[in-house]
């Protein structure tokens, strides 16, 4: 196995989180900040093809292993959107949570179907034409609710609920919240991925 990676993000949560678990195997995490890699592109339109852009696009300026990430919310009565724009859903400049919020509410007020999931897609590239990248998927479900609650969160989290805790994600502990999301449940997948290709001695 590598004895270092590059993490396609500037999110310090998600260098920590996937630093801690890397480390047990004796593998770095380093920050794409480390190799200035410029912003990536993401004219896709799925998870998984702007997660692979980004890996490829950090591997190709690092020279290095990387892992990236892509996520975001889809409503089955918005035929899946906001999907990949999700964080830009009420618009690019500037981007805003509460905006993202309620133009959501809006969308979906009077539908009969308020049910939403969260997806989080994890790509591992191990150069950056990496014929055989490491793809794992984790989807957490819940329902839309029009009224915030919570303040753990971020993002769409305080009007995501959960009926099996009866609260919103943003009033989870995060240490619950991280083994049952969607990226807690893509890490899960990624690691299993990992296992069974560099099997520990």
Excluded at 120 to 137: G, K, S
Excluded at 149 to 170: I, K, M, R, S, V
Aim: charged share 20%; proline share 6%; aromatic share 8%.
């Amino acid at each position: 196995m590598f004895d270092e990676i590059v993490l396609a993000s500037g999110n310090a949560g998600k260098l920590k989180e996937f630093g801690r678990w890397f480390a047990e195997r004796g593998v770095r995490v380093l920050p794409q900040a480390d190799f200035d890699v410029p912003e990536c592109p993401e004219p896709h339109v799925t998870f998984i093809e702007n997660a692979l852009a980004k890996a490829r696009h950090a591997a190709k300026h690092s020279g290095k292993p990387a892992l990236a990430d892509d996520s975001g919310i889809c409503a089955h009565a918005l035929s899946g959107a906001p999907g990949i724009y999700s964080a830009r859903f009420a618009g690019e400049h500037p981007k805003s949570d509460a905006a993202n919020n309620a133009k959501m509410s809006a969308e979906l007020a009077g539908k009969a179907d308020q049910s939403v999931y969260y997806v989080c897609v994890l790509v591992l590239v191990r150069h950056e034409n990496d014929p055989q990248p490491i793809i794992a998927e984790g989807i957490w479900r819940g329902v839309w609710q029009a009224e915030a609650a919570g303040g753990n969160g971020f993002g769409y989290d305080p009007h995501f609920y959960l009926p099996q805790h009866d609260c919103t994600a943003a009033e989870l502990a995060p240490e619950i919240k991280n083994q049952i999301s969607h990226r807690g449940l893509a890490l899960i997948e990624l690691k299993q991925k990992i296992d069974w290709l560099y099997p520990q001695a």
